[in-house]
């Protein structure tokens, strides 16, 4: 069972650039979220998805944008890379039902 | 919107000794609680969930929290901690309704805890 699938794992970008990081679960799981984890403040949420061609706004969506085109795959986008979006990103998928959400290793983004 | 506090930042605890992580919500109406484990270097994984029921849930571990409505908690506790403990804790809610802010997980800012031998 591979669970839920961050790619890449690291990326270093220079301020500016843009990527894309890949989320996907192999559980048919409806809704699907992206976060950030920075020293002290916890997981913040960038973004969710409730379903296949839905996304919805979290806590700190600013300078991201996101996409399931798949339900399998939830993409988070970043344009014009800034240092203040050098963070850890995890995403985290769970099904409709009261379950608990399954996390992904995590993508450790640097921005330059 | 609901929010999430975890007022211990930093616990430093000997082997054996006693633990409780505090917990704090904000939602008022039905809600689904989680404590997760994030152990140096990994994902978050799931210590223990509520979603109904008996307010003393049982995880993994030997880790335990209660419920207690009518003071908006779910406290972490552990009776005699081991060094393997030592990760970062995560208190995490679920609103019980199905749209809007129903949706989200919300995270507290994490405990961090250091068990020495």
């Known amino acids: 069972n591979a669970g839920v699938t961050q790619t890449p794992k690291f990326r270093v970008l220079k301020t500016g650039q843009s990527m894309t990081l890949l989320c996907a679960q192999d559980?048919?799981?409806?809704?699907m979220y992206w976060y950030r984890q920075d020293p002290g403040m916890g997981l913040r949420l960038i973004h969710y998805s409730v379903g296949e061609g839905t996304t919805a706004k979290g806590e700190v969506p600013d300078g991201y944008n996101v996409s399931r085109l798949k339900k399998q795959n939830f993409l988070l986008g970043l344009e014009s890379a800034a240092p203040s979006q050098t963070s850890v990103y995890f995403c985290?998928?769970?099904?409709?039902?009261?379950?608990?959400?399954?996390f992904g290793q995590g993508t450790r983004l640097t921005v330059v | 919107a609901q929010s999430v506090s975890q007022h211990n930042h930093h616990v430093i605890l000997s082997e054996a000794a006693s633990l409780e992580l505090g917990c704090n919500y904000s939602?008022?109406?039905?809600?689904?609680l989680f404590w997760y484990v994030q152990y140096p270097g990994q994902h978050l994984q799931l210590l223990l969930k509520?979603?109904?029921?008996?307010?003393l849930v049982k995880g993994i571990k030997g880790f335990e929290a209660e419920f207690i409505k009518s003071k908006f908690s779910f406290n972490l506790r552990k009776p005699s901690v081991q060094w393997s403990d030592t990760a970062e804790y995560f208190c995490a809610v679920k609103s019980g309704i199905l749209t809007g802010g129903g949706n989200k997980l919300t995270f507290g800012t994490g405990t961090q805890l250091k068990v020495e031998l």
């Open positions: 509520y979603f109904s029921g008996d307010p």
């Open positions: 985290a998928s769970r099904t409709s039902m009261n379950t608990e959400a399954f």
């Open positions: 939602y008022g109406g039905t809600v689904n």
């Open positions: 559980m048919n799981h409806e809704y």
